[in-house]
């Protein structure tokens, strides 16, 4: 399934993208703005991103200009109400594969992302085995699809990991997450919930080591891990 991130802040727009994209077919993940953009294709990869130039925060050219040095694999189509030949041109110039004029037909965007996918796709280096946090189903899904269940502690403690994963979140904001944010919550009491979790990952899946203890600064999950649903 190809996946689409989608940078659009008109609400009722980006609705009816993510509608008619899904129907289509494809796997659909969004933000509103450039803001939350870098930890949304951190958590949720993506092959293609529909970009809108008229944002909030920071244009979608500029957004385009850094995405071209962080994720030179990713194809950018560009879907905006700028039509001017001048707009066509700097987006293109700018690091867009396509270039798109609202309103769209919603056929024409689904031939030209699936178009762009075939091109970029021998290229391109493959995604990193992404595990899977499912709150609705207490579940941790491994890449082959192998799913253990959790309780509603753990569950806590690995969405909290999955927010920075592979880098390491402190005990005290595990612990926090988990309903204590005292400053004297007792670490043993974290290291007993890591050390049942830790053992039951290991026992589902051998040799993975996915979760770690980071000296002096908390536990990380050593792999990238999505949360479904968010």
Known sequence: ???????????????????HLSRAGFAISFVSDGRDLDEQLQRHPCDLLVLDLGLPTEDGLAIAARLRLSHPGLGIVMLTARGALTDRLDGLEGGADAYLVKPVDMLELAAVLRSLHRRLGAGRAPHPPSWELAPATLELRSPQGLAITLTVTELAL?????????????????????????????????????????????????????????????????????????
């Open 1 to 19: 399934m190809i996946r689409v991130g989608l940078v659009e802040d008109n609400v009722d727009f980006r609705a009816e993208v993510h509608f």
């Open 158 to 230: 690995l969405r909290r990991l999955a927010d920075s994963a592979p880098q390491p979140v402190s005990r005290r904001t595990l612990a926090a997450a988990i309903g204590h944010p005292e400053l004297d919550f007792d670490d043993r009491r974290l290291e007993v919930h890591f050390s049942r979790l830790r053992a039951k990952i290991d026992t589902a899946f051998p040799e993975q080591a996915l979760i770690r203890a980071a000296r002096g600064r908390g536990y990380l999950f050593a792999a990238l891990l999505r949360v479904m649903g968010d």
